[in-house]
């Protein structure tokens, strides 16, 4: 943008950026812009073209115009757009304008840019009590995502693969969670703050540079995978798995009851003990702090093997169609 501030011309990327606009008249335009040092909606809509174009596209214009410092301005609400003119052709051009500007709402259909502003503009801005509403919201989202991946065993083995890697160290702990990162983040900046020291204080500079080097140390630590934290991360994945086959073990049992679950009061008591575990699992696989790029992982592979059920599905649906027979009716036999 500093070649467009030093003159009017548009450089290669405003041009395509600008694809769908006329960039000769624009290029006019802010000739005119620069001068002036704003422009109106008019004089904006005049070089877009005829076809719609997208309230992105009329974002960048504007955009554009703000990077160089010419103000977009609404020629009825602003006077000084008449006192910038010649005074004669001003009047003129006022008067030309006169009949137009009564049907306000009329221009606005045909005007985008005056039109998408009119937009951005109803739309009221977020409270601090709104985006904590949308911030709880999002969590919400997440925390059923990650008790619904929970329920599989897909992303149980996956958890499992991850802990094997890591206590084998075939993979850091900083490549699993998101602890060790926010620790190494926390100590560098103790380690930035430490190292701007007045120069008055110069005499315990030698106290000082001793703790910096002992911090240093303690970062070269953390960033080797931290003993203690790739224990407790295995440790982790190691109760969760076996809360998990602990939760599949009682849901067998549910399905084809046994003598622990023969009674209503065994079954109540069976299904509120796999409630509390699935909430344990929840705050254990927090506690874990997985990396993002892992959830997107697991997410990504349960929806191919759900797609893969669906094709499966309408396979079976179309052998029954063709050989009349139910599938479950050939599994029995």
Do not use: C
């Not at 993979?171 to 103790?190: A, G, P, T, Y």
Request: proline share 2%; hydrophobic share 40%.
């Amino acid at each position: 943008m500093s070649e467009n501030k030093s003159g009017a011309k548009l450089t290669r990327s405003d041009k395509e950026k600008l694809a769908v606009v006329d960039v000769k008249g624009l290029n006019n335009l802010l000739k005119i812009g620069k001068e002036k040092g704003f422009l109106s909606y008019a004089e904006i809509n005049n070089v877009l073209p005829a076809e719609a174009i997208s309230p992105e596209k009329i974002d960048e214009i504007i955009m554009l115009f703000s990077d160089l410092d010419i103000e977009v301005i609404d020629a009825q609400k602003h006077p000084r757009l008449v006192d910038a003119e010649d005074e004669e052709s001003s009047v003129h051009e006022v008067e030309e304008k006169k009949p137009a500007a009564a049907p306000a709402a009329g221009d606005r259909q045909h005007d985008p840019v005056r039109m998408y502003l009119w937009e951005m503009g109803s739309v009221s801005l977020l409270t601090r009590e709104g985006e904590v509403e949308i911030a709880k919201k999002i969590d919400e989202g997440e925390h059923e995502v990650i008790r619904t991946i929970l329920k599989s065993h897909l992303t149980i083995r996956e958890l499992q693969l991850l802990g094997e890697m890591l206590a084998a160290r075939v993979l850091r702990v900083k490549d699993v969670s998101k602890d060790i990162e926010e620790e190494i983040e926390e100590d560098l900046i103790v380690v930035t703050s430490d190292a701007e020291v007045d120069e008055d204080s110069v005499e315990d500079g030698g106290k000082e540079e001793e703790d910096e080097v002992d911090v240093s140390e303690d970062d070269g630590e953390a960033v080797g995978d931290d003993e203690n934290l790739r224990q407790k991360i295995v440790g982790y994945i190691e109760q969760l798995v076996a809360l998990y086959e602990d939760n599949r073990a009682i849901r067998n049992r549910l399905k084809h009851p046994d003598e622990t679950v023969k009674t209503v009061l065994q079954r109540k008591a069976a299904r509120a003990r796999i409630r509390a575990q699935e909430h344990e699992m929840f705050d254990l696989f927090q506690a874990i702090n997985l990396k993002q790029r892992h959830i997107d992982d697991i997410v990504a592979k349960l929806k191919d093997f759900i797609r893969l059920g669906q094709s499966l599905g309408k396979m079976v649906t179309r052998l029954e169609s063709t050989y009349g027979i139910r599938f479950f009716a050939l599994e029995r036999r």
